[in-house]
């Protein structure tokens, strides 16, 4: 129990917000480079730099390109890079192959970043829409999203995301059985390093929208996706599956979007205690640049406040959009 505060003027809570110093003294939380992983977009060629008109200072880049901005971003201390390609037109089947194709642009990204960068930590996506002509994360048969199909599909593109040397695998599909499928399948290939990092509760959300222009996925989405994602209105079936995720070998959880479902993360870490991160994704990140654009909020501002919110609401780190630009400003 908290003891009773002393009646007022004894109590004066004000005392300790009086100067910089104090308030830094007091503070509860802290933000570092050190608590984001950084998700970049990755497209083909060389030399390439191209902006994404919905989130305004986010670029798909070439591999080259995404190499060069890694080695800035560790630079900075920003520890985690998270990559999501952006895949042509003839690499969108019904079949999904190039998911696991070894020389897939996520492959060929993830060997360059660590032969470049051996200490970085390189994070993937599993999920077939990249890969896919329905836009869906899933093999699609007759209308439905089918699940034990593509569950082996991941766990092929799982293993080549392994062999290609990745650290942490982000299956953000929301299949039922692949986290403990896609663990089984590391540990007999040998990868028992390797982390899953489960987007264990991820919503069906609005928020999503500038990610589906970067990944050139806003077109081919053929429904939505709301039989696998989350209801927004659910908040006891994201502890189920958190806790069915971890008692299936997920070494770290998330909670995704972020802002909108501060409740879950806190609900997360306080019941299983595992390492938890919140996705600030696209949409999040597209509200705070727009508003800061129109000089309707002050963006600086805005992009710390925001993140400063996962560390209160228990996260141990961040995917964000805004990983560089905040190390910057971190540094002064
Ligand atoms: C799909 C995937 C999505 C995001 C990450 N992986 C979009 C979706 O589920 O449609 C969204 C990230 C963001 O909005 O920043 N596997």
């Not at 540990?187 to 999503?208: D, P, R, T």
């Not at 999040?284 to 963006?299: F, K, S, V």
């Not at 228990?314 to 971190?330: E, S, W």
């Amino acid at each position: 129990m908290r003891p009773t505060l002393a009646p007022f003027p004894a109590t004066r809570l004000r005392r300790i917000r009086r100067s910089p110093a104090l308030r830094a003294l007091v503070a509860e939380n802290t933000l570092s480079p050190s608590d984001f992983i950084w998700p970049v977009f990755v497209r083909d060629g060389d030399g390439n730099v191209e902006p994404i008109a919905s989130m305004p200072g986010v670029n798909r880049l070439s591999v080259d390109k995404v190499v060069e901005a890694a080695r800035e971003a560790f630079a900075m201390g920003i520890p985690a890079i998270c990559l999501f390609p952006y895949t042509d037109a003839a690499g969108r089947t019904s079949d999904c192959a190039e998911a696991w194709n070894p020389d897939n642009l996520s492959n060929r990204a993830t060997r360059a970043i660590k032969a470049a960068l051996p200490d970085m930590v390189v994070m993937t996506d599993v999920a077939l829409d990249p890969y896919s002509d329905t836009g869906h994360d899933g093999f699609v048969v007759e209308g439905e999203i089918v699940n034990d199909e593509t569950v082996e599909a991941l766990v092929k593109q799982g293993l080549s995301q392994a062999e290609a040397g990745v650290d942490i695998i982000g299956p953000s599909d929301m299949m039922d059985g692949r986290i403990g499928a896609l663990r089984s399948a590391l540990e007999s290939a040998g990868h028992q390093n390797v982390i899953l990092l489960s987007y264990a509760a991820k919503y069906a959300s609005a928020f999503y929208g500038p990610f589906r222009d970067a990944v050139g996925a806003s077109g081919a989405l053929k429904g939505d996706k709301r039989t696998y994602q989350m209801d927004a209105a659910n908040s006891d079936e994201a502890m189920r599956l958190i806790q069915r995720d971890l008692s299936e070998g997920a070494d770290m959880v998330m909670v995704k979007p972020g802002m909108p479902y501060l409740d879950i993360c806190r609900r997360a870490k306080d019941m299983f205690g595992a390492p938890t991160y919140a996705y600030q994704v696209s949409g999040e990140y597209a509200m705070i640049m727009a508003a800061a654009q129109n000089g309707w909020i002050d963006g600086d501002r805005a992009m710390s406040e925001s993140l400063m919110a996962f560390k209160r609401a228990g996260c141990d780190g961040i995917l964000t959009y805004f990983a560089p630009a905040m190390a910057k400003a971190m540094q002064g």
